[in-house]
């Protein structure tokens, strides 16, 4: 076991550009690395994206693994698997931390599970435990517990949730090593066959979410929301139901099924607050609810709670917020 | 579509549920066990592909005894046939014990065509069993699929969604999905389904059942690369949970001075 050394970044990347989730990582693996005197590499698996390596060092890492072939252009996930065993066999990081992105958490266990080590999903904390092991804090039971968790092999592998680790200010002075890697390429057997744009809505980012649920009677209704999204600067957000009912399109959608989100304000309107929405907002900074039952469950979470009608309440935020701004 | 193979796992039903802040317990006294929500889905997409092409589904889970209700379950569901996995040794596994043993067993299953999971558990949350199940049985897979647009002997298609984009992908048979909760309404089964149900086998198989392609040092807990230290319940303190009611026009102007305040509202934008 103490082969292995350091702390690897898988460095995720979609169309040549370098996933934020990565620069989150190398932020807080350079905090872990401080305090265990290892060092932060990373890895990028890639083709033609030399002027991006700069970006990891600037975020970072002190040292950035690059393997460039075509064929890893795109996310392949037979050859992206291949190609991060084989790199994590011959380097030997004690740590491989990997965003927990649709990809990283389609990658992450394939590779942790060839390489015969654990792997903890979706983390929202991490800490050094006190023999210098990875104490893996990461939510369960939709987000109604915290699991803490450390790894007996290695490299002790964890996907990590975006938006939840600090990046470090983007510093053009810091340079690291580049070390080239010649790819092995095997069948890929994925065919991609066409690509659809999710289109710009991108809520997991949005600083400040306005989020209406049942309570509002009519698809048309959310204008009201619209308008409010609008004075305060933010987007507007749906729990399932309304997604399910095609008053809005899943892009929207907050909650354990949906999409997870963290803004500074969380602002929720007719929402109810189940179990399952509960998990995709609960670590919003600031929440606001606004629903016209004293005993809805999303009372319990709120910093900030209206007991009333909403399209009583809804325009007298808004017009609270443009008279204020 | 000869043979599909659905692992499915038993959870408590998460709104009955009880969470200890104060003595870090999980209260599941009070929640009977159920099929993972989200396992109703990959069941109904194989039952789905089982009515268009023909050929059976089998369900497999790993859990406890009482876990048997969960696979007769799914039998009423459509599935044609149900193994449950029970054994001490499976106990205390985590996502890499747990897919260990799956995959073991579907070996011993022989041959199949296509495996489909759920996208992830509601109590354990990982998404993790499916992906690793295809590594294990070194196969392709695709997560995250929100339908499954053409399947036939050979290969299938199926849309992924991924953040940003959502991708066309065709895959090679034999092949692992997990799938989202977009693909499909599962039905309910029908009175007469569950009294057929009831009265059918669900096969149990042991740890010694499967020791011909199973190590035994990689299952349960003593094979489990991970280990969890202890649980935090979080509680909700440390939210102001302050609540306005009655006079709206002043619950709204008090809350929005709190969150100009905060530099939240109005002249921070």
Redesign the interface.
């Known amino acids: 076991m103490n082969e292995y050394k350091g702390l690897m970044v898988f460095a995720e990347q979609?169309e040549g550009r370098i996933h934020p989730v990565s620069y989150e990582l190398l932020g807080k693996g350079t905090e872990i690395a401080q305090k265990l005197g290892i060092e932060v590499s990373s890895v990028l698996l890639g083709s033609n994206m030399d002027d991006q390596i700069n970006e990891l060092f600037y975020y970072g890492a002190k040292k950035v693994y690059y393997i460039d072939h075509p064929a890893l252009a795109d996310?392949d996930?037979?050859n992206y698997?291949h190609n991060l065993v084989r790199l994590v066999n011959e380097v030997k990081p004690e740590t491989v931390l990997v965003g927990a992105?649709?990809?990283g958490?389609?990658?992450?266990?394939?590779v942790?599970?060839?390489l015969?080590?654990?792997?903890?999903?979706?983390c929202t904390a991490l800490e050094v435990g006190d023999e210098g092991n990875l104490?893996?804090i990461r939510?369960?039971?939709?987000g109604?517990?915290?699991?803490?968790?450390?790894?007996?092999?290695r490299p002790q592998m964890a996907t990590v949730r975006y938006k939840v680790m600090q990046k470090l200010a983007r510093d053009e002075s810091k340079t690291g090593e580049i070390v080239r890697k010649d790819a092995e390429i095997v069948e890929s057997?994925?065919?991609?066959?066409?690509?659809?744009?999710?289109g710009d809505v991108?809520i997991?980012e949005a600083e400040?979410v306005v989020c209406g649920g049942r309570g509002l009677k009519s698809a048309g209704d959310f204008a009201l929301l619209e308008d409010l999204a609008k004075a305060?600067?933010g987007t507007v957000g749906c729990t399932r139901p309304i997604v399910d009912d095609a008053w809005m399109g899943?892009q929207h959608q907050v909650g354990?099924?949906g999409n997870t989100v963290q803004p500074?304000?969380y602002v929720a309107v007719g929402v109810s607050g189940s179990?399952?929405h509960l998990a995709g907002m609960r670590d919003s900074d600031?929440?606001?609810a606004v629903n016209a039952d004293?005993s809805a469950p999303i009372?319990?979470?709120?910093?900030?709670?209206?007991?009333?009608?909403l399209y009583?309440?809804v325009p007298?935020?808004t017009s609270?917020?443009q008279?204020?701004? | 579509m000869a043979h599909i193979i659905v692992p499915i796992k038993q959870v408590p039903d998460?709104?009955r549920?009880k969470?200890d802040t104060e003595a870090g317990r999980?209260d599941r006294s009070s929640a009977s066990g159920e099929i993972n929500p989200?396992d109703l889905n990959a069941l109904e997409a194989a039952v789905q592909l089982k009515e268009t092409l023909g050929g059976t589904v089998t369900t497999i889970s790993m859990g406890p005894g009482q876990a048997e209700a969960s696979v007769r379950d799914s039998l009423a569901r459509g599935a044609d046939r149900g193994v449950l996995l029970a054994d001490k040794a499976f106990a205390g596994a985590?996502?890499?014990a747990t897919?260990?043993t799956l995959a073991s067993a579907i070996k011993k299953l022989g041959d199949y065509d296509l495996i489909i999971c759920g996208?992830k558990t509601?109590?354990?949350?990982?998404?993790?069993?499916?992906?690793?199940i295809?590594?294990?049985l070194n196969i392709?897979?695709?997560?995250?699929v929100s339908a499954i647009r053409k399947a036939d002997e050979k290969a299938i298609?199926v849309t992924c969604?991924?953040?940003?984009?959502?991708?066309?992908?065709?895959?090679?048979l034999p092949a692992l999905i997990t799938v989202?909760?977009?693909i499909n309404v599962p039905r309910l089964p029908s009175f007469a389904d569950k009294m057929k149900a009831r009265k059918a086998e669900i096969e149990k198989w042991t740890a010694a059942d499967i020791a011909d392609v199973a190590d035994p040092a990689n299952l349960g807990l003593k094979g489990?690369?991970?280990?969890?230290?202890?649980?935090?319940?979080?509680s909700?303190e440390g939210?102001?949970?302050?609540?306005?009611?009655g006079n709206?026009?002043e619950?709204?102007?008090k809350?929005?001075d709190?969150?100009?305040a905060?530099g939240?509202?109005?002249?921070s934008?």
């Open positions: 979609t996310f996930l037979l698997k992105t649709h990809l958490r389609s990658l992450g266990p394939r942790a599970a060839a015969a080590t654990g792997l903890t999903a979706d104490i893996q939510p369960a039971f939709s109604n517990i915290f699991a803490h968790i450390r790894t007996t092999t057997l994925l065919k991609i066959i066409d690509k659809t744009s999710s991108n997991a400040v305060l600067g899943k354990f099924s500074k304000l179990p399952q600031v929440i606001v004293p009372f319990k979470v709120a910093d900030y709670g209206i007991v009333g009608d009583e309440v007298k935020l609270e917020a008279r204020r701004s | 998460m709104e549920v969470f999980i989200f985590d996502t890499w897919s260990y996208e509601v109590d354990g949350d990982t998404g993790q069993v499916g992906p690793e295809a590594e294990w392709p897979h695709v997560a995250y298609t969604e991924m953040e940003s984009a959502s991708y066309g992908i065709e895959s090679p989202t909760k977009d489990s690369p991970t280990r969890l230290n202890k649980v935090i319940i979080p909700e939210r102001k949970g302050e609540m306005f009611r709206l026009d619950a709204t102007t809350v929005a709190a969150l100009q905060l939240l509202f109005g002249s934008k």
